[in-house]
Each structure stands twice: as structure tokens, then as C-alpha cells.
């Protein structure tokens, strides 16, 4: 494993995997390369899984709306095609026309709103008749870290990005979010509502935390 070391005055020895993903060793004068090398060793399981947690948010940041570039839709994964094309459509490929030179961010996430809110009405519509549980609005959310909100007017708002996850995902968030609505708090009884709904729907949560970091684009 390659790493870098910096030697100076400081008492203690870290590691740290700066935003290229590389492995700084930041150590006193005295401490050998023997010690530095067995505590990269002991330390590998932890190195390795920070420098994917910085890859990985390297590549879904500083997109640049150019051919072959993947894009996710419902849980799919579409290379995006310029063109002159009139608008956005989705087929084999994400068209992206090339008169949103410099716009592509604004554009491409106001396509995914507008279909986000489709699919996301017509889920709560699904979810509603088998349930009962009534939505009073629904409306999108640009909230950086939640996925879906239940007011006590049991208003609902789904976070827009959600559209680039499986359906199965949008539909555990639908489920959780309609659930809310006859019972406010995570509670036992509420989880067993929602294990009503959706038996699995932990594996569906799960999912969410694992792979929430794609699920943007930027
Ligand atoms: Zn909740």
C-alpha cells in the first residue's frame, strides 16, 4: 500500500486519506518505518474503506454532461448522449440537448423533479387505496439528507432524489411516509405497520443508507 509520510514534531502518529484518496502518515521524528508499516497493516480494513468512501464521492461530483456518463433513474443506470436535440428524454439513453450548455445541472434536475413527482403521486395513489392511509399534499423535498417528511397535517414531502433509486426503494419510503399518518413516531406499533405493508423493508432501508452517496447529481 503506498503511502506518504510527514515527519515533524508532533507527539502522536495518524492517518489520514486526504481528498485524492492517498494515505498521509503524520508522525513524530522518533517513530520507525517498521512501526508506521505494521499499524498501516493492522490499520488496511479501515484505509481501504476511506479511500472508496473518497472515490466514490469523487465520482458522482464535478459531472461535465459529456457522452458516456451514467446517470441514474429508477434504479437503473442510463450513459448520457448529447445532441441537438429539442429536450431531455430518457430511452436507452439520457438525451441531454446541447442548447443546455451551462445549464445542464439546472435542466437535468428539473427533468428528474418533474418525474419524480409523477411516479411519486401515482406510488402514494398504489399505497393509499391497499392501506387507507390517507396523504392530505404531496409535495417534493431538496433536503440534502432526508428522504421523505410526514407533518402532523399528514402532509407529505419526498426528497426528488429518490427518483434515481429502484422503485421497491421509493415505494419503502412512500410506505414509512404514509404510515405516519396513523402513527406519528417510530414506534413499535409503527414499524409493525409498515412490516404490514412490506415485510422485507429493512433490507430496503438498509439499502438506502448504503447507497444514499448516488443517489445525486452534481
Ligand atoms: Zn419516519
Not at 120 to 144: H, M, P
Not at 184 to 204: C, L, Q, T
Not at 208 to 213: A, P, V
Amino acid at each position: 500500500m503506498a503511502y506518504k509520510i510527514i515527519r515533524s514534531k508532533r507527539k502522536t502518529i495518524s492517518l489520514i486519506i486526504n481528498d485524492t484518496a492517498d494515505l498521509i502518515v503524520r508522525a513524530p521524528m522518533r517513530i520507525t518505518n517498521e512501526y508506521v508499516l505494521e499499524l498501516i497493516v493492522k490499520k488496511q480494513k479501515w484505509i481501504l474503506k476511506k479511500q472508496r468512501e473518497v472515490l466514490n464521492r469523487r465520482k458522482i461530483k464535478n459531472q461535465e454532461f459529456i457522452d458516456g456518463e451514467k446517470f441514474w433513474y429508477l434504479g437503473n443506470n442510463y450513459e448520457l448522449k448529447r445532441g441537438e436535440y429539442q429536450e431531455i428524454t430518457l430511452d436507452r439513453y439520457l438525451f441531454l440537448p446541447n442548447k443546455y450548455t451551462k445549464k445542464e445541472l439546472k435542466m437535468l434536475t428539473q427533468w428528474y423533479q418533474k418525474e419524480a413527482l409523477e411516479i411519486f403521486f401515482d406510488r402514494i395513489r398504489v399505497y393509499s387505496e391497499i392501506t387507507g392511509w390517507k396523504c392530505n399534499k404531496l409535495q417534493l423535498s431538496n433536503a440534502k439528507k432526508q428522504w421523505g417528511v410526514c407533518d402532523n397535517s399528514n402532509n407529505i414531502k419526498l426528497n426528488w432524489r429518490l427518483i434515481m433509486a429502484p422503485l421497491t426503494i421509493i415505494d419503502y419510503v412512500v410506505i414509512h411516509e404514509l404510515a405516519h399518518t396513523v402513527e406519528p413516531n417510530h414506534s413499535k406499533r409503527f414499524w409493525e405497520k409498515v412490516a404490514g405493508i412490506m415485510p422485507d423493508y429493512k433490507i430496503k432501508r438498509q439499502w438506502l443508507k448504503d447507497n444514499s452517496k448516488y443517489l445525486n447529481i452534481e
